[in-house]
């Protein structure tokens, strides 16, 4: 559901020209990535495979194999890339992250008593056939950190129990604590609309968070908690919980952590939790500090978490709470 802004807050951006919604960019601002997504797009997995194999960190190949999980038609040619190199992982690995973007694409984004038979029959077809893959890639490289995250991506559209789930999230950290994809897929399968609750998400993001250390975007999970926790929420409870002083002061504690710390620095993806932060505190109408995120943000517009509040037009929701933060910039939050 789509949750329309409150009326003071339109008439408060009322008073200037709206600005213009920037686009979204699927590299999110990323120059690797760009080209990342034109190899693929023109069929070069010569490039492809140069670019993801000079990626050494853990965090950064898991943001690179979600920019190739989205390129549109992978799975048509990725095929001639495993037969020219049968004794990569590699090919095999952008197979199967991809496989499981592609079946979130073949179930749609509707609830599910408005997902059709045919639909689900892909979504299940197509997350087995990622699932192989991934499989086969932990098989012959169990350090594969980016196919155990793909794994525990996997793990709530297959519904697999609670044990698998979190061992697949334990293969990942173990071998890197505070990767950032795989912490924020397992809160996703925490979540109460999965197969959590509220308690056990919080409880996960506050636990990753007071572990990591100062300027990590771990941080980040506690204000992706509040968001879910918000959105679930009756209308009329809405309000009241994400600008209640508590909800408000945990939000600033994490930008201080991890954004606004001295020891934090971006990494590429970077967008996609600051602009966590960018709704979070304009939902909190704690405008200096959305003020400021947007600000570091600039046209960095990222499609998630903007369609929770727009799910027609994310862009266009983030410039109108933009302009809002901008104008409001030194209201406090009352």
């Known amino acids: 559901m789509v949750w329309p802004f409150r009326k003071k807050q339109a008439a408060a951006a009322s008073g200037a020209p709206a600005s213009t919604a920037p686009p979204i960019d ?10 990342l997504r034109a190899a693929l797009a023109q069929r070069d997995w010569v490039t492809a495979r140069d670019f993801l194999d000079s990626v050494g960190h853990p965090d950064d190949r898991a943001f690179y194999l979600g920019v190739c999980a989205d390129v549109e038609g992978v799975q048509d040619w990725i095929g001639d890339w495993i037969a ?12 199967g992250c991809h496989g499981v973007y592609w079946a979130w694409e073949a179930r749609g984004g509707a609830t599910a008593e408005h997902t059709s038979q045919s639909q689900f029959k892909g979504f299940f077809d197509r997350l087995r056939m990622a699932e192989n893959c991934l499989d086969e890639v932990v098989d012959r490289e169990p350090d594969d950190t980016t196919a155990w995250t793909f794994l525990v991506t996997a793990a709530r559209g297959r519904q697999v129990g609670r044990e698998e789930a979190m061992r697949r999230f334990a293969q990942v950290v173990a071998r890197h604590p505070t990767h950032q994809t795989a912490h924020q897929q ?12 509220t308690e056990e998400m919080f409880d996960f993001a506050r636990t990753a968070a007071a572990k990591a250390p100062a300027g990590s975007l771990l941080h980040e999970l506690v204000v992706v908690a ?17 600008m209640s002083p508590a909800v408000r002061a945990e939000l600033r504690a994490a930008a201080e952590q991890s954004i606004w710390h001295p020891e934090h620095r971006r990494r590429p993806g970077w967008p996609s939790p600051y602009n ?25 517009v990222t499609e998630w978490p903007w369609y929770y509040s727009s799910g027609s037009d994310p862009a266009g929701r983030f410039a109108t709470w933009r302009d809002i933060a901008f104008a409001q910039r030194h209201e406090q939050p009352r």
């Open 26 to 35: 699927k590299a999110k601002g990323d120059p690797g990535a760009a080209r």
């Open 84 to 95: 020219a190199e049968p004794h990569s992982t590699l090919p095999m690995l952008v197979r």
């Open 186 to 197: 397992m809160l996703q399968y925490l979540c109460k609309k999965w197969f959590g609750s």
């Open 226 to 242: 509040h968001i879910e926790h918000w959105l679930g929420l009756p209308s009329e409870e809405k309000d009241p919980y994400i």
């Open 276 to 300: 966590s932060f960018a709704l979070a505190f304009s939902f909190a109408e704690d405008y200096p500090a959305a003020a400021a995120v947007f600000d570091a943000i600039g046209d960095n």
